[in-house]
């Protein structure tokens, strides 16, 4: 498409933000709206592997996404005591850069909302899209605002519940919660934290480094009928939840549990359209259409892939609708096989299917996620 076309990204998450760096990248005009005025996340970490490192390079961020975060080169997998069984080696994707790479939210959010500005690309926050009406030359938009704006095409990257993906795809299932949760607490970085550490078992818990001085824990437990938990009293929960944890270290950890509005608690979900992946000139990315659980650490993976390819596959095509079939037979099957993989993980911990042992699935993984995108 010409390098003058138009696109709207709907949500200013990792996939909308890189979606508008990619595209500014090769040229298009790109306007994102978000629907939170304060543009806010949540401020425990995320772990991202080596080809979230490639695809930062190709971006041309690395510079500033490693200065925010913490490189490393290996796994460790420890079994609940403590001990460590296994330490995986993880590829370098890009020779001279790390295999992974440990940040917190906000300095990630930081690094991709300046960088969108800086590129060019508009953001207009505590925005919304009423409709969009696609008359085959382009989609009219109108904003919560009451304003109009029209595009060649628009992008949904709004997320897990994507209001984009229920307009253009009002027969999709909801998404499907697992019968788990994941908790998530920042403390002071161990000093023999060099990598990610996962301890095995039923309560599953895992350390990321994410500075010199920080590191974040989760925790995925069992959350039979998806309970809510009210703020007041939710670090008390946490901790007991870690009680039948025998790590010496997660203990120690447990008793720093202290501060409510610490504590970040998420019930995990998750949901896969096999269907088409855009209708007209609107597609969806990123979490809109394949949102995973975190067990293999993809789900921003993938989104920011998403947003190289589809950036690629619109400048060789001539005809938004050839690109967005390009995009989709590209990413298909990669995407399918971290939902599936993570959903295979996560049952297993529930002893609803078969037990995945970690230290395989993060083999399998890294190989999987080595190859071209």
């Not at 796994?75 to 370098?92: D, L, N, S």
């Not at 998404?175 to 990610?196: C, E, H, I, S």
């Amino acid at each position: 498409m010409a390098p003058e076309t138009s696109a709207l990204v709907i949500g200013g998450g990792i996939g909308g933000l890189t979606a508008a760096i990619a595209l500014r990248g090769k040229g298009l005009a790109v306007k994102v709206i978000e629907r939170d005025p304060n543009w806010s996340v949540y401020g425990v970490g995320i772990i991202q592997q080596g080809n979230v490192v490639r695809a930062m390079a190709a971006l041309g961020l690395i510079e500033d996404y490693l200065h925010a975060g913490w490189g490393f080169d290996q796994v460790e997998i420890a079994i609940p005591t403590g001990q460590i069984v296994a330490k995986i080696p993880t590829p370098r994707l890009v020779e001279g850069l790390p295999a992974n790479v440990g940040i917190g939210r906000r300095a990630l959010q930081k690094v991709l909302g300046d960088r969108t500005r800086a590129a060019g690309a508009e953001v207009r926050l505590g925005i919304t899209a009423e409709t969009l009406e696609d008359d085959g030359n382009g989609v009219t938009v109108r904003f919560n605002d009451g304003s109009t704006g029209r595009y060649d095409l628009v992008i949904g990257a709004d997320g897990l519940y994507s209001q984009t993906r229920a307009t253009l795809f009002p027969d999709t299932p909801a998404p499907d919660f697992t019968g788990q949760a994941v908790w998530r607490y920042n403390f002071p970085r161990l000093p023999d934290l060099k990598g990610l550490r996962v301890f095995e078992g039923p309560t599953g818990v895992g350390l990321v480094p994410l500075s010199d001085a920080l590191m974040y824990m989760y925790v995925t437990t069992p959350e039979p009928g998806n309970p809510r938990y009210p703020r007041e009293g939710i670090a008390a929960v946490m901790r007991d939840k870690l009680a039948g944890v025998p790590a010496p270290a997660i203990q120690r950890l447990r008793d720093q549990i202290v501060e409510d509005d610490e504590v970040v608690y998420k019930p995990l979900e998750w949901l896969f359209v096999e269907g088409p992946w855009h209708k007209g000139r609107v597609v969806l990315l990123g979490d809109a259409i394949h949102a995973t659980t975190p067990h293999l650490g993809q789900g921003a993976g993938m989104a920011i892939e998403d947003s190289i390819v589809l950036a690629e596959e619109l400048v060789r095509a001539d005809k938004p609708g050839a690109a967005f079939d390009a995009f989709r037979a590209r990413r298909f099957e990669r995407c399918r096989y971290i939902v599936e993989s993570s959903r295979a993980i996560c049952l297993g911990q529930l002893g609803l299917a078969p037990l995945v042992e970690n230290a395989s699935a993060t083999r399998a993984m890294f190989t999987k996620v080595s190859e071209p995108i």
